[in-house]
T-cell receptor, first 112, second 112 residues
Framework: DADVTQTPRNRITKTGKRIMLECSQTKGHDRMYWYRQDPGLGLRLIYYSFDVKDINKGEISDGYSVSRQAQAKFSLSLESAIPNQTALYFC???????????FGPGTRLLVL | SQELEQSPQSLIVQEGKNLTINCTSSKTLYGLYWYKQKYGEGLIFLMMLQKGGEEKSHEKITAKLDEKKQQSSLHITASQPSHAGIYLCGADLTDSWGKLQFGAGTQVVVTP
C-alpha cells in the first residue's frame, strides 16, 4: 500500500464550487505539505504543517485553506474554485527538516 | 519567481548516451534533493545532497553538489528508456527548516 495517498485522483468542477482534496499518510511523519504544479513553473508551496497544531501559509495560499485533522491527515480546500486553479496538486510528508519529502500520486483538478 | 534554475528545460537523448541536468541557485543550498516524475504522476525521490563537494550514485545516476553549494548536477550514464521523465531539483534555501523550493523541471526523452 502507498505511504501517501490522495483522494480524489481526478476531479472536474465548476467555477464557484467548493472542493476538498484529501491526503493521508502512514509514514508517521509530523510534517505535511500541499503543492501545486503548473507546466513550466515546477512545484509551488500552498500550505504546510509541522504538526497538528501548526499551520503555515506557503508561497501561493490565496484562495486555499487547509485543515490538519490528525497527524496522518491534511486536507486542502478551494473555497470558491476558479479556472486558474486548474493544476496538478501534490501532498507531501517529511519527518525532519533535513529528511526528504515523500510525495503522494497527485490530484489532477480541472476547473471549468 | 524561480529561485532555482534548471537547465536544460528539455532534452532528447539517444538510448545509450549520457546526459547531464543542472540545478543552479543564487543562494546557498543547505539541502538539495533530486526527484523524478513520470508524466502526470507523483515524484519519486532519487538522492539528497547536503555537503559541498558531495557526490552520490545509484545505479546509473550520479548527483553532485559543488563546493560552493550553489549548483548541483545530475548525470545519467548510458541512458535507457526507463530514464525518460521529468527531473526536478528541490532545495532548502535556508538553514532553519525544510521548506523546499523547486526548479521548473527538465523533461528527458530517450529515443531508440
Amino acid at each position: 500500500d502507498a505511504d501517501v495517498t490522495q483522494t480524489p485522483r481526478n476531479r472536474i468542477t465548476k467555477t464557484g464550487k467548493r472542493i476538498m482534496l484529501e491526503c493521508s499518510q502512514t509514514k508517521g511523519h509530523d510534517r505535511m505539505y500541499w503543492y501545486r504544479q503548473d507546466p513550466g513553473l515546477g512545484l509551488r508551496l500552498i500550505y504546510y504543517s509541522f504538526d497538528v497544531k501548526d499551520i503555515n501559509k506557503g508561497e501561493i495560499s490565496d484562495g486555499y485553506s487547509v485543515s490538519r485533522q490528525a497527524q496522518a491527515k491534511f486536507s486542502l480546500s478551494l473555497e470558491s474554485a476558479i479556472p486558474n486553479q486548474t493544476a496538478l496538486y501534490f501532498c507531501a510528508t517529511s519527518g525532519t527538516e533535513r529528511e526528504t519529502q515523500y510525495f503522494g500520486p497527485g490530484t489532477r483538478l480541472l476547473v471549468l | 519567481s524561480q529561485e532555482l534554475e534548471q537547465s536544460p528545460q528539455s532534452l532528447i537523448v539517444q538510448e545509450g548516451k549520457n546526459l547531464t541536468i543542472n540545478c543552479t541557485s543564487s543562494k546557498t543550498l543547505y539541502g538539495l534533493y533530486w526527484y523524478k516524475q513520470k508524466y502526470g504522476e507523483g515524484l519519486i525521490f532519487l538522492m539528497m545532497l547536503q555537503k559541498g563537494g558531495e557526490e552520490k550514485s545509484h545505479e546509473k545516476i550520479t548527483a553532485k553538489l559543488d563546493e560552493k553549494k550553489q549548483q548541483s548536477s545530475l548525470h545519467i550514464t548510458a541512458s535507457q528508456p526507463s530514464h525518460a521523465g521529468i527531473y526536478l531539483c528541490g532545495a532548502d534555501l535556508t538553514d532553519s527548516w525544510g521548506k523546499l523550493q523547486f526548479g521548473a523541471g527538465t523533461q528527458v526523452v530517450v529515443t531508440p
